[in-house]
Each structure stands twice: as C-alpha cells, then as structure tokens.
C-alpha cells in the first residue's frame, strides 16, 4: 500500500479494483514486512514506483529501480535507478530498459551511495555518543478541555 500520503485511500482503492479483475494474477499485501520485502526482492528482475526504498535499499542488491514521477527528484541515487515520467510511454521504456541486459548489467555494476562501510557501527556510535542532555527536554501540553468531558 502507499504511505500516508494525500489521496492514499484513493490509490488503495484503485490497488484493490485492479488486483480484483486478476485473481489468482495479483496479490495485494499492504505490508510485507522488513524481511518478507527484502525476500521478496531476491524474486524480482526490476523495482518500479516512487518509493524511498528503490533510491536507498534496491542498489544494494543489484536490482534495478524505475523510479516515477519526481517524489523522489533531487534525491542522491546511484545509478542503477532509472529515472521517468509518469507517462504510459515513459514507464514502458524504463522498465524495458530496466529488464533489459545493459540494464541489469547495470544495475550489478553500481554502487549504493547510501551503504558504507560499518554503517551498523557509525549508528551505534552516534546513539552512544551524543550527550542526551544535548536534545533537550520534552515538553507535553494537556490540549483537553476539561468541560467538554461529561
């Protein structure tokens, strides 16, 4: 399913009527999960959508992403995400692209410039490190009015 983004209830529901026409072709699943989706990837030729994680995780499983529309314009990517429209045309030629053997050549070839070396050790080390007295205290409101309640 989409995030929570404006319309989401709207593309869901164009999701739904989609994936209804093709039973036993289409399965809709609104989560799979950190593990079922990285799982789900080693079954995959290609990634197509607008989403962060054809920019951030996909490169570094050699895949392909086609990336539509510009959600995730002016994001650092790595070269194997392949950038297009939102026309029919340009969606077709991307993901042939994509599917294609200099596209999945590729796609193996790039570099994920979000992965780095130790990057489990730079986060620990960055929690570790930074003083809590730094990120100051958090405040709570009671916005309830009291006479509203009966």
Request: proline share 5%; net charge neutral; hydrophobic share 35%.
């Amino acid at each position: 399913y989409p995030n929570n983004d404006s319309d989401g209830k709207v593309i869901i529901d164009l999701i739904e009527k989609y994936a209804a026409t093709r039973r036993g072709r289409v399965c809709v699943i609104p989560s799979l999960g950190k593990i079922r989706y990285l799982s789900a990837l080693r079954c995959v030729s290609a990634v197509v959508g607008n989403s962060s994680s054809g920019i951030i995780e996909v490169p570094s499983t050699g895949i392909p992403t086609v990336d539509i529309g510009i959600r995730q314009q002016g994001r650092l990517c790595s070269d194997s995400v392949i950038h297009c429209g939102d026309s029919e045309e340009e969606i077709a030629g991307a993901i042939r692209f994509a599917l294609s053997a200099a596209g999945q050549a590729e796609a193996k070839s790039c570099n994920n410039p979000y992965a780095k070396p130790d990057t489990l050790g730079i986060i620990v080390k960055a929690i570790a490190e930074t003083p809590l007295e730094s990120l100051g205290a958090k405040r709570f409101y009671d916005i309830i009015d009291p006479t509203m309640h009966n």
